[in-house]
């Protein structure tokens, strides 16, 4: 069974204490020790049960000694019998092994982009000192597009946001002139194949940035700005990348029997609930944006917007126009 991000942490302490050989550790001051560390990661405290049973898992998980050492006084203390060993020097289980490999081919879909030659050099040195380079089949895919322009801003712009790193840029909109902007970057998300920097701009607004829109950018001397929005929960209203300031709203749809079993087994946004299923009926709680509008429209036939009123215009006034480019046009 796979080792939980706690019993790593107990781990590791329990490994530190048995080194030691200038402090005796009984079971309470392991127990006290596994509790710092614990508490150090947010996790919960253990009991002495847990320690004693992780005593008797040590042997069989290394394949070491830890010796049990009466003091005298009826009570016992534990450190490694070979004083040098320790589990940071312990060679990977089958299991790690085992999940290691397929990592790696998972990440063998970024060879080839140019923000990732570093990765192609590390992956064929795993790959030759675990034999990996035995097994070249191809057994997962992803949505991905290497040849989608902006892919080489990628990791420059990581590096400026992790460095604070405010950058000046000309962005070239598909409708509009060119323009040149001073950002403060924050954060990079990926939505239907596309990549988005999420970045503040001089008047604090901010402004969702298409990577492939990029012309030039270089780094700029003005006093970076930080931001106090928390990115894993930027995105919660709103399906892809388009934030308005608009409150979220309820979106009643009607999706025929064809399609429900779809989008129930994939829900369009996680507060998608479902209202009445013999109707098809499915309710989510997001700003309306262009990007729920395409994704509608996407369905085609398959989906009814049932409110709001004026999502459901919208939708309705896209369909008319459609309806007059196919039909009556020629």
């Given at each position: 069974m796979?080792?939980?991000?706690?019993?790593?942490?107990?781990?590791?302490?329990?490994?530190?204490?048995?080194?030691?050989?200038?402090?005796?550790?009984?079971v309470e001051d392991?127990?006290?020790?596994?509790?710092?560390?614990?508490?150090?990661?947010?996790?919960?405290?253990?009991?002495?049960?847990?320690?004693?049973?992780?005593?008797?898992?040590?042997?069989?998980?290394?394949?070491?000694?830890?010796?049990?050492?009466?003091?005298?006084?009826?009570r016992k203390y534990y450190r490694?019998?070979?004083?040098?060993?320790?589990?940071?020097?312990?060679p990977l289980t089958n299991e790690e092994i085992a999940k290691l490999k397929d990592t790696v081919l998972m990440?063998?879909?970024?060879?080839?982009?140019?923000?990732?030659?570093w990765m192609t050099e590390l992956l064929t040195k795993i790959e030759v000192k675990m034999h990996l380079d035995e097994h070249k089949e191809n057994v997962?895919?992803?949505?991905s597009n290497e040849y989608l322009q902006g892919l080489e801003y990628l990791e420059q712009l990581f590096n400026y946001i992790v460095s604070r790193q405010t950058i000046e840029m000309d962005y070239q909109p598909?409708?509009?002139?060119?323009?040149?902007w001073v950002l403060h970057p924050y954060h990079i998300k990926q939505h239907n194949n596309r990549w988005f920097l999420m970045a503040g701009n001089e008047e604090g607004q901010i402004m969702n940035v298409a990577l492939d829109?990029?012309?030039?950018?270089?780094?700029?001397?003005?006093?970076?700005?930080?931001?106090?929005?928390?990115?894993?929960?930027?995105?919660?209203?709103?399906?892809?990348?388009t934030i308005l300031d608009v409150p979220a709203e309820q979106v009643l749809l009607k999706f025929t029997p064809h399609r429900l079993p779809y989008v129930l087994s994939k829900p369009l946004h996680p507060s998608q609930k479902t209202k009445d299923r013999d109707n098809g009926i499915i309710e989510i709680t997001v700003k309306p944006n262009h990007e729920l509008e395409a994704q509608l429209l996407w369905f085609g036939d398959d989906v009814e917007v049932l409110q709001p009123e004026h999502l459901r215009d919208k939708i309705k006034d896209k369909i008319k126009k459609m309806h007059f480019m196919y039909h009556l046009c020629r």
């Open positions: 796979p080792a939980t991000k706690q019993e790593i942490i107990r781990h590791y302490a329990l490994d530190r204490c048995f080194r030691n050989r200038t402090r005796q550790y009984y392991l127990r006290e020790e596994c509790n710092k560390d614990l508490s150090r990661h947010d996790c919960a405290p253990v009991s002495i049960r847990t320690i004693k049973k992780d005593i008797n898992d040590f042997e069989d998980l290394y394949h070491t000694d830890v010796d049990h050492i009466k003091d005298g006084h009826g490694y019998a070979d004083p040098d060993f320790t589990i940071q020097k312990a990440l063998n879909r970024f060879r080839g982009l140019p923000q990732f030659e997962i895919s992803f949505d598909f409708d509009k002139p060119a323009v040149h829109r990029i012309v030039e950018m270089k780094p700029s001397n003005v006093k970076y700005k930080p931001t106090d929005i928390d990115f894993s929960e930027y995105f919660d209203d709103v399906i892809g990348v």
